[in-house]
């Protein structure tokens, strides 16, 4: 392996304007070199600098040492050569640190990233670049210029979780010191705030068509409002019921903050009888919520199954639009035997969330109560989920009828026309 040694006498060297020379080396006979590429040697901020400027002529060489000592955006090169893959695996290592359940959801934004970004150096990434892997993320595969990999017609909060991901990485970046700017990175505008909730006689049909296991799961969303990761993650220790209620506990919530929550009713009885299911047939089994004594992982395949057998999903065909209660197969794709893949729309568990709160306006329990039970920590996302439905309006127009009746102890109220005028007297009606 050849040794390298600098030249002792640089062939540039002016106080304060840094050195430029040309390093020599030996070669394992012993023979002495010298480089092909000039080096350059300066000082920024009081530290010492040296770099190949992979120039074997003078005058560039000069250019890259005046580039290094004029510029007010001094990178070191240290931090210059660092890219994308190691701030990438950084923040993966710091979800993981944290704990972070949000992780695979991460691994997988970090996935598509990579295939654009893989390589680049993290200081030449700049806003235009990030602008560029939006637009392909939001290609469909068919249309021109898509990426193979990367162009797969992604939704705009799907492309936003991505940016988030990556200004994350940068923020972690610069705070370890390997880069010192973060690039402009703009998230688009989202318009796709669900409305989605479930009224009374929707949740009974659900509740008859989900599996014992899943139905305890839909009682407890309904009735609490809780997520679902909530609900699945509570065990026997967290329930007392003789004060009829539960404990979640810090690290099981979203918000890490441990609440209470009142059981009673429909809840209060099915809880009861998920107990002497446990002490029947799984006594060793601690979770309140299970399927045959086992942790409930993922319910949405039987989930999406009963919404579409009840009228509350539907599946559609992301080839031909088609719309079909098939959970597998496009009818219409089938036929032109063509390849197609379906897409789940309708109530999803997180509506039972959006349910659960507006239940609890309407029965009257005041809004700070409201939000401990729901676990909203303030009251602008509270207000997101509190929504108002059609039968919430018509309901309102039913009381203001009501009121006016009785203020007017009449069925209409009655405008009398001025004794002047020549119109005769009529009856304008108010109320529709």
């Not at 000039?38 to 009081?46: A, I, K, P, S």
């Not at 400027?53 to 004029?70: S, V």
């Not at 492309?159 to 973060?182: P, S, T, W």
Request: aromatic share 8%; hydrophobic share 35%; glycine share 6%.
């Amino acid at each position: 392996m050849e040794e390298k040694e600098k030249s002792k006498t640089p062939q540039i060297s002016t106080r304060g304007s840094g050195s430029i020379y040309k390093p020599k080396y030996k070669t394992k006979g012993g023979e002495v070199r010298e480089s092909r590429f000039f080096y350059v040697q300066y000082y920024r901020d009081g530290v010492r600098y040296v770099e190949n400027t992979h120039a074997d002529k003078i005058t560039p060489a000069k250019e890259f040492l005046k580039k290094r000592l004029g510029s007010e955006n001094f990178t070191p090169p240290q931090v210059e050569k660092v890219r994308f893959d190691e701030i990438a695996a950084d923040l993966v290592t710091d979800y993981e640190k944290e704990g972070n359940r949000s992780i695979a959801k991460l691994r997988r934004s970090v996935r598509y990233l990579t295939k654009f970004f893989r390589g680049h150096r993290a200081a030449n990434i700049n806003g235009a670049m990030v602008s560029e892997y939006a637009v392909l993320r939001k290609r469909r595969p068919e249309d021109d210029g898509a990426r193979d990999g990367l162009s797969t017609g992604a939704a705009v909060a799907t492309v936003n979780r991505e940016l988030a991901a990556l200004r994350r990485m940068f923020h972690i970046a610069k705070k370890n010191g390997k880069v010192r700017f973060i690039p402009t990175i703009e998230l688009t505008k989202e318009n796709n705030v669900r409305k989605g909730f479930l009224e009374h006689d929707q949740f009974r049909a659900l509740r008859s068509a989900l599996p014992d296991y899943a139905r305890a799961v839909l009682v407890a969303m309904y009735y609490t409002g809780m997520r679902i990761g909530e609900v699945l993650a509570i065990t026997w220790p967290q329930v007392d019921l003789s004060e009829r209620e539960i404990r979640l506990e810090p690290g099981t919530t979203k918000n890490d903050e441990a609440r209470t929550l009142p059981i009673d009713g429909e809840l209060f009885e099915v809880i009861q009888i998920q107990r002497q299911l446990r002490d029947q047939k799984f006594p060793d089994s601690p979770w309140v919520f299970a399927h045959s004594g086992k942790p409930i992982r993922n319910m949405y395949r039987v989930w999406r199954a009963s919404c579409v057998r009840v009228g509350l999903g539907k599946m559609v065909c992301t080839t031909c639009s088609a719309e079909t209660t098939d959970l597998r197969n496009c009818p219409e794709c089938s036929k032109a035997e063509q390849k197609a893949s379906l897409k789940y729309m309708g109530l999803i568990p997180h509506d039972l969330r959006r349910t659960g709160v507006r239940n609890l306006i309407r029965a009257g329990v005041p809004r700070s109560v409201a939000m401990k039970i729901s676990g909203h920590k303030t009251e602008a996302v509270f207000e997101r989920y509190n929504i108002t439905s059609q039968r919430d309006l018509r309901e309102a127009a039913r009381r203001l009828t009501v009121y006016l009746e009785e203020k007017n102890d009449q069925n209409t109220t009655k405008v009398a026309p001025s004794e002047s005028s020549p119109i005769p007297p009529a009856v304008v009606n108010l109320v529709n």
